[in-house]
């Protein structure tokens, strides 16, 4: 009959319950040290727990590289410039121009470069850094405006044209916006000249098949044989020479002015302070991605003497698809200056 006594154990065995209880002990130690490891060490912005928790957060409150409401920024907030080229249907762009001088750091990694290259419009090859500075404005809102400045002694030597461009053409179909100072005078020096203050959208240079190319161009001295103070509203379908369609505006416009250009639909439609100047047609529509610039250059050289211009950008506002009147992009502009928001870009993921 079997003895009640416990016999002892062979070595065989000893070893394998020893690996049964390392195991058990091991597999314990797990459970209870990752839950505590978790609530120590919360889970890092790349992990995917945290992944899950941005998702469901995206409709409370913007990240950079998402689209962002006025009211959903914080005071002295940025977006940076993301660095993907696809472009998103909903994105926006809002600058205010809060810079230090044209080699702020922040200027070029928020996409914006000065124009140094020869070539035309207007006096070729005198494009300068030079010209391009963020002074303080009084009458401009929040204080502070872009200055483009340009400056000649009547001789191609003496001329120093500027501009202001994006890197990359992020911007398609929407609604542009900018609040521009246009001057009908020099700051010094003799007036007369056939200066031009011009906002545009325009393909790279490389751009053949679909160019596209929407132009403001205001003239306060009139030019190429026209005596009168002009605005040009003008609509391109290729770089050739006349493939354009214009409407120009015969009025003095000396100050503040917000100028937009709504592209949706096949039609492109100029607005100056929220007055319709000008809409053009299919063919004449935007037929692929383009720059934004702003320039002061010269016709032609009329005289000689030494003069100084400067034309002002307070703000440019910038809405993918869709179309905005006026009172939408001020309501926009004015809770990005309340929030203390200088910049945001969300048109490229």
Known sequence: MPSSRRQPLSRGRRVFNLLVFVVVVAVGGVVLVVPLYRHLHPASPASPVADAAAGSAAGRSASPGQSASPGQVQAGQTTPRPKSTTLRPDGLLFDDFHYTGGDDPSLRAHGWTIRTEGGGPGVHDTWTTDGVSFPSASDAQGGKALQLQLTSGGTKATTHQTELTTAEPQFFTGTYAARIYFTDGPVSGQNGDHINESFYAISPSTEKKNYSELDYEYMPNGGWGSPKPELD????????????????????????????????????????DGEKIFTSGADYSMRGPVNVAFSTWLIDLPFTGQRTWNMQVN?????????????????SVNAYYSAGTHYVNSLTR
């Open 315 to 331: 703000w440019f506002y910038y809405q993918a698809g869709k179309s905005l009147t006026l009172n939408d992009v001020n309501k």
């Open 233 to 272: 509203a003008t609509s391109w379908h290729s770089e050739k020479e006349g493939d354009r369609v214009y409407q120009p505006s015969y009025q003095r416009l000396h100050g503040w002015h917000t100028v937009m250009i709504v592209a949706v639909k096949g039609q492109t439609t100029y607005f100056l």
